[in-house]
């Protein structure tokens, strides 16, 4: 079964720090998002990535947050300064197009800022 | 907007026991419909993928239906197990570049 490997599993920063959460995709997939799920609280999508552009992002995607695709098969998420409320799980996705295909998930990493 | 719903919130049912879960979204408008699975601090689990032209989708106890035009989906489980105990949430792919998840409905299943 192909998977979305995500590196780390869990990342301790401080406050201020600039972060990079890595994502594996699976190979033929064309879409590759990030989501972020606060403790207890409703996954919240936060970008997609396609073409080697950023197809959609929401609200919460302000400039402290980045992506890149840097060498065709890592897709990455910077956050520039972490707040504390950046704590969260993160996670990737990649799925392919149209409606027959599944979005595949990563285990997530867990990010605590302190 | 596209917004899910999932009722109820939470569920307990003794083990042996049919449940049904619900999922609600606002625009009939979607690719299609994924339920996932996520234990406690773990990743997200998929379950069943329905397609927007399919009715219902089968994996061994589970059983996902969808009514498109009425905005609505369950997921049927079978003869609940200890096992099955975690959250499960419902996910609406109204384009390519975006899913949209319902708040989950955490079930207990009780020995």
């Known amino acids: 079964e192909p998977e979305v490997t995500q590196t780390p599993s869990h990342q301790v920063t401080q406050m201020g720090q600039e972060v990079i959460l890595r994502c594996v995709p699976i190979?033929?997939?064309?879409?590759f998002y990030w989501y972020r799920q606060i403790l207890g609280q409703k996954v919240e999508f936060l970008v997609s990535?396609?073409?080697?552009?950023?197809?959609?992002k929401s609200e919460i995607f302000d400039d402290q947050f980045s992506v890149e695709r840097p060498d065709g098969s890592n897709f990455t998420l910077k956050i520039r300064s972490t707040k504390l409320e950046d704590s969260a799980m993160y996670f990737c996705?990649?799925?392919?197009?149209?409606?027959?295909?599944?979005?595949?998930f990563g285990q997530g990493t867990r990010l605590t800022v302190v | 907007k596209q917004e899910v719903t999932q009722i109820p919130a939470a569920l307990s049912v003794p083990e042996g026991e049919n449940l049904v879960l619900n999922c609600s979204f606002t625009?009939?408008?979607?690719?299609?419909l994924q339920w996932f699975r996520q234990d406690p601090g773990k990743g997200l689990t998929s379950l069943l993928l329905?397609?927007?032209?399919?009715r219902e989708q089968t994996s061994g106890r589970l059983n996902a239906s969808l009514d498109k035009s009425s905005g609505r989906s369950t997921l049927y489980i079978a003869a609940s197990q200890p096992g099955d105990s975690a959250t499960y949430l419902c996910?609406?792919?109204?384009?390519?570049?975006?899913?949209?998840f319902g708040k989950g409905t955490r079930l207990h299943i009780l020995p």
């Open positions: 996705a990649s799925s392919g197009t149209g409606g027959v295909t599944e979005a595949f």
């Open positions: 190979s033929n997939h064309l879409y």
């Open positions: 990535f396609y073409n080697n552009e950023i197809s959609e």
């Open positions: 625009d009939s408008a979607i690719y299609n």
């Open positions: 329905i397609q927007s032209s399919q």
């Open positions: 996910a609406v792919r109204p384009r390519d570049d975006k899913i949209i």
